[in-house]
């Protein structure tokens, strides 16, 4: 190791003097994980012989580092930088805890479509199986995110379950915290790989289309679910965790506070996602005649006719009843999220104030429908006045 003068004592690299009010201590510095790291060693004295013990502690923690058998409870049982690294022993790995959570989703007695989508997430996750617990850092999940080639809210999914999965490592003492909760996946991941929801070509369907879908769906509640879609802009995964109790019969609104995340329900994305949409006449027909199927059944609006179960995510309406419906329609293929971009843009061509449409949407303002809708804000300007005249 090169040395370095630091006042009368020559200290070797990685090595150095920290003075306070109360003396003199030797601080070591490593780096582990891609952390920088530095630790006081406050029982050494600072002389030739502390020096030379603190030398040795260095090339000791750096030599279990490079055979990854470092423990750093074992040499800084105090340290804050357990936060990160977490203090526990190599006794569990990732996959131990991604297994255990999905046993308990399963004695829970979880839907089949739901537990399935577990089991695409626990697959996703696959590159961090075999790492312990202790091992999962910030830096990881990071690279993580942004070596993945899918779609923001399938990234999202993903790391909803293994934070779920992972509490339970929280709960039994093995991390002081959760590293799940210390990474925003939209911050890491490359937006150019695969556009998110958002993302998608806006291509609305028409009228004749919409009529087309209500006639082909196999079932009411197919109808019940596609019309409220079309009429109020929510996306698959609020009218999953919609419910009963979110609706205003005496205002005619539908409070949006919740949304199904890989059969988990939870609070919106943004504070603007939680919003009141006003119904039209068509989204309260379509509550009137699903409030004889399951307003006395369940808490949840939308269920899944097969089953009699609440829709457990996006992903299960697409497959189970979209894809077919719209095959019988003979409509051309569109994935559902385009219900959402066919009520935008009939409320564009409608000419309403664009500050009130991007509050029904979930949109903090209107700077989200330039972003995606530009195009139609300029096919109808100059147009609107005589169109909202003629409604």
């Known amino acids: 190791m090169g040395k370095k003068k630091q006042g009368s004592l020559s200290l070797p690299r990685g090595i150095t003097e920290r003075h306070n009010k109360s003396g003199s201590t030797l601080v070591i510095t490593f780096t582990y994980k891609g952390v920088l790291c530095r630790e006081p060693l406050s029982r050494i004295e600072v002389n030739a012989r502390g020096i030379k013990y603190a030398e040795r502690l260095l090339g000791e923690i750096q030599n279990k580092i490079a055979t990854g058998d470092f423990e750093y409870a074992k040499y800084f049982p105090k340290s804050k930088k357990l936060q990160i690294f977490g203090g526990v022993k190599k006794t569990k790995n990732i996959k131990a805890y991604l297994d255990e959570y999905l046993n308990i989703c399963e004695n829970r007695n979880l839907s089949p479509s739901t537990i399935g989508g577990y089991k695409k997430c626990m697959s996703a996750l696959s590159g961090l199986h075999k790492m312990h617990v202790a091992e999962?850092?910030?830096?990881?999940?990071?690279?993580?995110?942004?070596?993945?080639?899918?779609?923001?809210?399938?990234?999202?999914?993903?790391?909803?379950?293994?934070?779920?999965?992972?509490?339970?490592?929280?709960?039994?003492?093995?991390?002081?915290?959760?590293?799940?909760?210390?990474?925003?996946?939209?911050?890491y991941h490359v937006v150019e790989n695969v556009p998110d929801d958002d993302d998608y070509e806006v291509d609305p369907f028409a009228p004749a289309e919409t009529a087309a879908i209500y006639s082909?769906?196999?079932?009411?509640?197919?109808?019940?679910?596609?019309?409220?879609?079309?009429?109020?802009?929510?996306?698959?995964?609020?009218?999953?965790?919609?419910?009963?109790?979110?609706?205003?019969?005496?205002g005619n609104t539908a409070h949006v506070q919740n949304a199904s995340v890989a059969g988990v329900i939870k609070g919106t994305k943004t504070k603007a996602g939680t919003r009141n949409v006003e119904l039209n006449n068509e989204a309260?027909?379509?509550?009137?005649?699903?409030?004889?199927?399951?307003?006395?059944?369940?808490?949840?609006?939308?269920?899944?006719?097969?089953?009699?179960?609440?829709?457990?995510?996006?992903?299960?309406?697409?497959?189970?009843?979209?894809?077919?419906?719209?095959?019988?329609?003979?409509?051309?293929?569109?994935?559902?999220?385009?219900?959402?971009?066919?009520?935008?843009?009939?409320?564009?061509?409608q000419g309403v104030n664009l500050f009130w449409l991007a509050g029904q949407m979930g949109h903090k303002g209107p700077e989200m429908l330039f972003r995606h809708y530009g195009t139609y804000l300029a096919a109808y300007d100059g147009n609107t006045n005589i169109i909202a005249k003629g409604q």
């Open 136 to 187: 999962l850092t910030p830096g990881v999940l990071k690279n993580w995110i942004a070596s993945r080639t899918t779609r923001l809210k399938t990234i999202r999914n993903n790391l909803s379950f293994l934070r779920s999965a992972l509490d339970e490592a929280v709960t039994d003492g093995l991390l002081a915290v959760n590293p799940v909760t210390l990474v925003s996946a939209s911050r």
């Open 216 to 250: 082909a769906c196999r079932y009411q509640e197919w109808e019940n679910l596609f019309r409220f879609a079309f009429n109020t802009g929510l996306r698959s995964s609020e009218l999953c965790a919609l419910a009963w109790d979110d609706i205003d019969f005496i």
């Open 284 to 349: 309260l027909q379509a509550l009137q005649a699903q409030k004889a199927i399951t307003f006395m059944k369940s808490p949840y609006i939308f269920s899944d006719p097969k089953t009699g179960a609440p829709w457990a995510n996006a992903d299960a309406i697409r497959k189970k009843a979209w894809v077919p419906t719209l095959k019988k329609a003979g409509v051309r293929y569109r994935n559902p999220y385009q219900t959402r971009h066919t009520f935008a843009t009939r409320h564009i061509s």
